[in-house]
């Protein structure tokens, strides 16, 4: 991500050093990421992982794409309806193939945060456990993913996101 040019003078902005690392990351972050994930990963894998990979990427984007337009029709909601489970069968299968084809690891981060949590829950006599990295699979079982499916009903209901608020006028 860091060799990717920007783009404008706020569109895409310069990544930092490593991706994975990034804190405190606000929405426009996540959708740089996105729309520059495909050239960044692209090649990256032997195929056919590869081909599972950029299908996976070009669907997320354009789901995004769908879901954040200002102005729906019954046209795009049906189409943003197929994608959504277009969207859920692709990670499934992303999740098999990484999950029976390699091995994944939790990040240094990730790490370093659960032998702190252990190291607190134990005391430091017993803090000598598990040092090494642990596996770690894609989980599709959270209420991010569970949420996907409701989207089109909640755009239906309220209409987009970017049409009601929650902030209280007086």
């Not at 690891?105 to 829950?121: D, G, I, N």
């Amino acid at each position: 991500y860091r060799n990717m040019p920007t783009f404008g003078s706020g569109t895409i902005r310069r990544f930092a050093t490593n991706a994975s690392e990034m804190k405190k990351l606000a929405a426009r972050d996540f959708e740089d990421l996105l729309q520059c994930s495909i050239p960044a990963f692209d090649g990256l894998l032997p195929e056919p992982y590869n081909a599972v990979v950029m299908t996976l990427l070009f669907r997320t984007a354009e789901w995004h794409a769908f879901a954040k337009l200002r102005l729906h029709t019954d046209s795009t909601l049906q189409h943003l309806e197929k994608l959504t489970t277009e969207l859920g069968k692709l990670m499934r299968e992303f999740r098999d193939t990484t999950e029976s084809n390699f091995a994944t690891f939790e990040l240094p981060k990730e790490k370093e945060a659960r032998q702190r949590r252990e190291t607190s829950e134990h005391g430091k006599e017993n803090a000598g456990g598990s040092s090494g990295k642990k596996l770690k699979s894609l989980n599709l079982f959270t209420y991010k993913w569970h949420a996907l499916g409701d989207y089109v009903r909640a755009i239906r209901l309220f209409g987009g996101a970017d049409g009601f608020s929650t902030q209280v006028v007086s």
